[in-house]
């Protein structure tokens, strides 16, 4: 039988080995002529060639754009204006009031989406922790549990959009719960409130299946033999909890929480097939207002659109790099 | 076995001279988007074509408008796109519409039955013949007449205003339960309509665009009040930020608002969802304090200038805007004939059983003679869509209680000013 298995794994690699067999010379030849750094940066060079085709070339050119007027498409239609569009975005009489601002739905975007990543970071962090605690545990139907709240994950953003729009909407499936139960119906998108926490749990529910899923493994590797010993101590559980679960699970959280944070300021399709931004703007996030500006409005303007991202993407690095920090700065009091 | 090879050498060969012969043929597609059921009308006419004309493969492109409206601007702007499309945003686009006169095989034939509307689809001053109307379109209401006689009121008659159609409709939803009296598409083209008919005037003296007036202010003031109020549908307002587009056909169809401000393009699409359920009729646009008009549109269908098959275009064009191919394709999608020959020969034999469709399209040809000054102007004039943008955007706004209607004029006005500036650029 094991004759069998090595015959079939030898036949299933076969025509990897013949490749790796043909390659072997040239690069051989490669290699005395580069060096080991040479062969390395032969073998990273696919890699960056994609990085660079599709996000570093983009980036540039949208660098570019970002400083160029007028409403053509192509860069040479567009006249060079230096950092006019910035100045467009940035120009406020009194920046305690959005409305006097000349872009005031660039600011109106970057005040809901600021609101949007305090509350749906916190909630994801929060309800991600839970449920990975919970699934941790030794209960029954574990992994049936695991399976359904990582099936949201598995969704189109459209589609989830669409399921609680029609769960939300006028004669959608809460109002008739609400009405089987004699209560008032409510057009939940149509109030600021509920739209904006609609955008938040929404999204919450989307992607905590992946989250949960990192902090899981982060918990499952954590030594058993801690825990036993602070039981064998008589630990109290909150203790347990704070001074052996949350920092071991630093790197997790540090993981978690710069990818939902990116995450969370990027976000657009879900939220755009919910509410469309309304009611009014109250849900009118970054990268809404950008694909608007660039791409759906009636007259768009690429360049103003180029500029908002341009901005968003440096916050956004901030942010990464802020975050990365206080991880480290944590980790190293940790070590000391 | 020899049987097999036989085959097999026969089915190569037909193969190679099945793609020999497509490899003759000389494709054009068209992007096309549907209101209703004209896409398979289309589709019919050009299997017939491509009958006549084996050399020519046309493949139609059913997208979604919303394509036609993000994704062929862009297209259009790096010199690329289909041969021929439908358009709506005709008069902004028109530096790419292939100029057919000299492909067309009778120019004259072209000026007489459409030359009125050239001027909607070329750039100002030129002789072009970019394309053809597939159909005139025509702002104006519809109503739900079952609903109007269930709670017994009547209907407006001739000449009645928008208050008095919203104040029938209030009453209506009051009666029936309805979540509200009426919705219009959230528009800027749609609520121009009621902004002209209180005497708005975007066009400035210079053709660059006007202040907002307060003919303007005093409909957007009402649809305000009216949402206020509860009378106006608020989703299809208030529920959306920027200029997204949202019609409000399926609250009408499903019978949730009594009274609907939209156009002539939704007839065929309201007599095949709608069916027997209710009766409805076109009222055409209620009145303001200066005009009772509608505003006049419709889709183009241009070839682009980029494409590599002029010739063939053009040959495709001819056979599509012949007044035989139009009449059918009239007939057939319900819609208001946009050419000259086929409206003065009359006799329109509109393909339906539907009861409610002969009136509405009476409604709306006899509507049509029904102009203002602004509606008459506003969809040959290039400036159009950098007012119904900011409308649509900050109306919307004042809806939902972010701003007051002040502000909302002199946002409007820099709006505007950012678009001129920005095209000037």
């Given amino acids: ?336 | 076995m020899k049987f097999t090879m036989t085959s097999f050498v026969a089915l190569a060969v037909a193969g190679f001279g099945s793609v020999a012969f497509a490899q003759g043929r000389t494709e054009i597609r068209v992007m096309w988007y549907s209101d209703g059921i004209e896409g398979e009308v289309m589709q019919d006419l050009l299997d017939r074509f491509e009958e006549s004309h084996p050399e020519i493969d046309v493949v139609l492109d059913n997208v979604a408008y919303q394509v036609i409206q993000e994704q062929l601007p862009i297209q259009l702007a790096s010199g690329q796109g289909p041969d021929i499309a439908r358009v709506t945003n005709l008069k902004e686009q028109a530096e790419h519409w292939l100029d057919l006169r000299e492909y067309v095989e009778d120019p004259a034939y072209w000026e007489t039955n459409f030359g009125d509307r050239f001027d909607w689809m070329r750039p100002d001053g030129s002789d072009a013949i970019p394309g053809f109307m597939t159909q005139l379109t025509l702002t104006g209401g519809f109503a739900n007449k079952t609903l109007f006689e269930q709670a017994g009121v009547e209907m407006p008659g001739e000449g009645a205003t928008w208050d008095d159609w919203i104040a029938a409709s209030k009453e209506v939803m009051e009666s029936q339960q309805l979540p509200a009296a009426f919705a219009i598409d959230r528009s800027g083209h749609r609520i121009s309509a009621g902004t002209a008919s209180y005497g708005a005037n975007y066009i400035g003296d210079d053709g660059m665009p006007a202040p907002i007036d307060d003919g303007t202010m005093s409909f957007a003031t009402k649809l305000v009040e009216w949402t206020e109020e509860g009378l106006m549908l608020p989703e299809v307002w208030v529920s959306a930020a920027g200029t997204t587009y949202r019609a409000a056909t399926d609250d009408f169809i499903n019978a949730q608002i009594p009274f609907y401000y939209s156009g002539s393009w939704l007839i065929a699409n309201l007599s095949t969802k709608i069916g027997d359920a209710f009766d409805w009729v076109a009222t055409g646009t209620p009145c303001g304090t200066e005009a009772c008009a509608g505003l006049a549109g419709g889709a183009g269908l241009v070839g682009i200038k980029y494409t590599q098959h002029p010739k063939e275009v053009a040959v495709v064009m001819d056979y599509l805007a012949s007044e035989e191919v139009l009449r059918e394709f009239t007939e057939r999608t319900l819609f208001l004939p946009a050419h000259k020959g086929v409206v003065e020969a009359g006799g329109l034999n509109f393909q339906t059983d539907d009861p409610n469709v002969a009136p509405a399209l009476e409604k709306f040809i006899a509507a049509s003679g029904e102009s203002s000054p602004l509606t008459d102007a506003l969809p040959a004039w290039k400036w159009g869509n950098a007012y119904y943008g900011t409308l649509v955007t900050r109306i919307s706004q004042v809806m939902a209680g972010e701003i007051s209607l002040d502000e909302a004029r002199s946002m409007m006005d820099q709006d505007i000013a950012d678009q001129v500036g920005a095209a000037s650029q």
Avoid: K
């Avoid at chain 1, 960056?48 to 498409?73: D, H, Q, W």
């Fill in chain 1, 1 to 336: 039988m094991a004759g069998l298995g090595e015959t079939l794994g030898r036949a299933a690699t076969w025509p990897f080995t013949l490749m790796a067999r043909a390659v072997d010379p040239p690069l051989r030849v490669w290699q005395r002529w580069t060096g080991t750094g040479g062969m390395a940066a032969v073998f990273l060079a696919p890699n960056l060639a994609i990085f660079g085709v599709f996000v570093l070339i983009p980036l540039v050119l949208n660098f570019v754009y970002s400083m160029t007027g007028g409403t053509g498409i192509l860069l040479d239609q567009r006249p060079f204006i230096g950092m006019e569009q910035y100045g467009r975005l940035l120009e406020c009489e009194d920046y305690t009031r959005r409305i006097t601002c000349r872009e005031d739905q660039f600011w109106t975007a970057v005040t809901n989406t600021a609101g949007f990543v305090i509350f749906q970071v916190t909630l994801m962090v929060v309800v991600s922790l839970i449920t990975a605690l919970i699934l941790n545990r030794n209960i029954r139907g574990r992994g049936f549990f695991r399976a359904v709240f990582f099936f949201p994950v598995l969704l189109s953003p459209v589609v989830v959009g669409l399921i609680w729009r029609w769960i939300l909407q006028r004669e959608g499936l809460l109002n008739l719960i609400a009405v089987n139960l004699g209560l008032e119906p409510e057009i939940w998108l149509n109030d600021r409130f509920y739209a904006f926490a609609a955008t938040i749990g929404v999204s919450t529910w989307a992607h905590m299946g992946f989250y949960t899923l990192i902090l899981l493994a982060g918990l499952q590797a954590i030594p058993r033999d801690l825990y036993e010993a602070a039981e064998m101590d008589a630990t109290p559980p909150s203790r347990v909890f704070r001074r052996i679960t949350l920092p071991l699970l630093g790197p997790n959280f540090a993981v978690v929480l710069v990818l939902a944070l990116i995450r969370s300021v990027q976000i657009f399709d879900e939220v755009y097939v919910l509410t469309g931004g309304g009611p009014g703007t109250s849900t009118l996030y970054l990268t809404q207002y950008i694909y608007e500006v660039g791409f759906a409005s009636i007259l768009r303007n690429p360049g103003l659109a180029a500029a908002a991202s341009i901005l968003m993407g440096a916050v956004l690095v901030v942010l990464t790099l802020l975050q990365l920090w206080l991880s480290r700065r944590a980790e190293g009091r940790r070590a000391r």
